[in-house]
């Protein structure tokens, strides 16, 4: 159980539930869970990780293309 607060009415309730989003009991607003908050948070990190991926893919191919060169001049 976590408490949450609608961000529209100030409302505060338990919540017991597993989905990203709740339904204010009040004013009918979606609100995020904590959930929510952990999903963004593992697909920020999983961005990053396959950033750095990405970079040192590029830092390899650049190291090929240079020792190619190398034995071309």
């Known amino acids: ?3 949450i607060e609608c961000e529209k009415c100030g409302y505060e309730w338990d919540y ?3 989905l990203m989003t709740t339904t204010c009991p ?5 609100t995020p869970t904590p959930l929510d ?4 948070s593992n697909a920020d990190e999983s ?4 950033e750095v ?3 040192e893919r590029t830092a390899d ?8 060169l190398e034995r071309v001049e």
């Open 53 to 55: 991926r990405a970079q």
């Open 26 to 30: 009040r004013c009918n607003l979606k």
């Open 37 to 40: 908050e952990e999903v963004e």
């Open 61 to 68: 191919a650049l190291e090929r293309i240079a020792s190619v």
């Open 1 to 3: 159980m976590v408490d």
């Open 16 to 18: 017991t539930g597993e």
């Open 47 to 50: 961005i990053r990780e396959r």
